[in-house]
């Protein structure tokens, strides 16, 4: 079981199965990180997607959310990796697992 669960249907962060209280924003920044692995992510980029805003916006607010965002998720956990003088990027995919339904209920 990976550290970091993503419950899209309740808009809801697990980490080590604890509730991890997000903002808005943190929340869309995280899964669009963590559903577009592998690949830098500008933060002018981050801010026309997730934040749906044009430059020439002060593309530091990124750098704060991620920096929220470790913290939330806990420091010890190298999900988010920063790509100097670039953006951001989520490497390792076996850290999180995105549920995208909400889960299946059996009937009895």
């Not at 199965?17 to 963590?34: M, S």
């Not at 805003?53 to 956990?77: E, Q």
Request: proline share 7%.
């Amino acid at each position: 079981e990976p550290p970091v669960r993503i419950l899209c249907a309740q808009r809801r962060v697990l980490r080590d199965g604890q509730d991890v209280p997000l903002t808005r924003l943190e929340y869309d920044l995280l899964l669009f990180l963590c559903r577009n692995p592998g690949q830098v992510h500008r933060r002018d980029a981050l801010m026309a997607t997730v934040w749906k805003l044009s430059a020439p916006y002060r593309t530091r607010t990124i750098d704060v959310h991620i920096r929220r965002l470790r913290r939330k998720l806990g420091d010890d956990l190298p999900l988010i990796n920063t790509v100097r003088g670039v953006g951001y990027r989520v490497d390792d995919v076996d850290l999180v697992r995105i549920d995208e339904e909400p889960p299946v209920r059996q009937s009895a």
